[in-house]
C-alpha cells in the first residue's frame, strides 16, 4: 500500500552542498554555480555551520551533497564531526564514482546510506542523461561499496527522456542487491532551465499511473520504495513544507533556503554571514509560503508551469503537490 510520508515537525533535514564541483555534466544537472557558488567549503566552515542547523532535541538528518562530495579530501572527517554533533543519520547523495577511496576510508557504520544517481537501466538509457561512460562508473562503485557492507539505494531522476525505462528499475535494482529506491522528478532548475522548450517536464498522464505501478513492483521484490507525490486531486489537502517543516538548503555561498525549488533566485530565508546564521529580512522565499492558490505550489506555478492543466472553465485540473512530499511503499 502506498502511505504519503506527513512532513515531520520533529525532525529536521539539513541538505548540505559542500561544494558545487563535480566531475559529471547531466544534462538535469540542479546546480547552478552562479546562484550557489564555485568554492569548496573547507571542513571547519562546514562544521561550523553544521553547529548552527544540527537542533538539539530534534531528530536531525544530514544530507551531504554537492557536486559530488566525494571530491571533498574530508569527506570522511566530516562524516564523523556530523556524527559526534548529534546527526541521527547521514546519507551522501553520490554519483556512484566514489573519489578518494572514500569507501576504503570509511566503514560502513560510520555512514548511513550512499545514495547512487542512475538514470536509466542500462548505459544506453542512462549515459544519454549523465554522460559517457557514467553507468559503468556508478555500477562498478555500487558493486564496490555493496561488496564492502555500505548500505546503498539508488536515486532515479524521470524525465520524458528516461520515463520508458522506469519500468525496468526494479528489475535492475534486484539484479544488483540494491534494496532502496528513490525516484524523483525533474526540476527546472540549473541546466534544465536551458531546455527552454521545458521537454524534460512530465504531464500528469505521463508520470502518476507509471509510477505508482513500478513501485508496487519494486516493493514486491523486496524494495523499499519512495517517489514523490507532484500531483493532488483538487479535494486533496495542500502543505507547503515551507511553513510546517524544518528543513535547510545550504550552499557553499551561504545561502540556505527552505525550499528547493527556489535555489535559482537570490530568494533565500537564511545566509551564513561570517559564519552566523542570519534570517534575511522581506521579500524571500517566507512570504511566497503563504500565498494561496488553486494550483496548489507558489513556485512550481511561477518556474515550471509546463505540467499544469487547466479545465474549460480555466479551473486547474489537479494541484500540484510541494514538492517535498513522498509517497512511500514497503515490501
Ligand atoms: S546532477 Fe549530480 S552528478 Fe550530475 S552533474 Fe550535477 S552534481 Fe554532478
Ligand atoms: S516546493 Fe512549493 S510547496 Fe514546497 S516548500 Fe517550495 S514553495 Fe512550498
Known sequence: MDKTVAFRRDACNIFF????RCNFR???????????GRQTLSAETINTWLRALVQPGKQSNLILIGGEPTLHHDLPEIIRSARLMGCASITVDTNGTFCHDILDKMTPEEVDYFSVGLDGSSAKMNDR???????DRAVAGVK????????LSII?????????DLKNMPGFLKSLGVDRFFVQIVGIRGRSTQDSGH????????????????????????????YPKVFLKRAEPFECAGLVADNYFVFPNGRVYRCPVCEDFPLHAFAFEEDRLIARPPINEKELFNLSIPEGCVMNKLIQPGNLSYDKKGRPEYKIAC?????????
Open 323 to 331: 514538492c517535498l512530499l513522498k509517497e512511500e511503499i514497503q515490501p
Open 156 to 164: 532515479f531522476t524521470a524525465s520524458r527522456l528516461n520515463i520508458s
Open 199 to 226: 521537454s524534460l517536464q512530465l504531464t500528469q498522464k505521463e508520470w502518476t499511473p507509471i509510477v505508482s505501478r513500478v513501485a508496487r513492483r519494486a516493493a514486491s521484490l523486496g524494495i523499499h520504495v519512495t
Open 26 to 36: 547531466c544534462l538535469h544537472c540542479y546546480i547552478n554555480p552562479a546562484q550557489h
Open 129 to 135: 542523461i549523465r554522460g559517457e561512460g557514467s553507468f
Open 17 to 20: 552542498h559542500i561544494l558545487t
Open 144 to 151: 564496490k561499496a555493496l561488496k564492502q557492507g555500505y548500505r
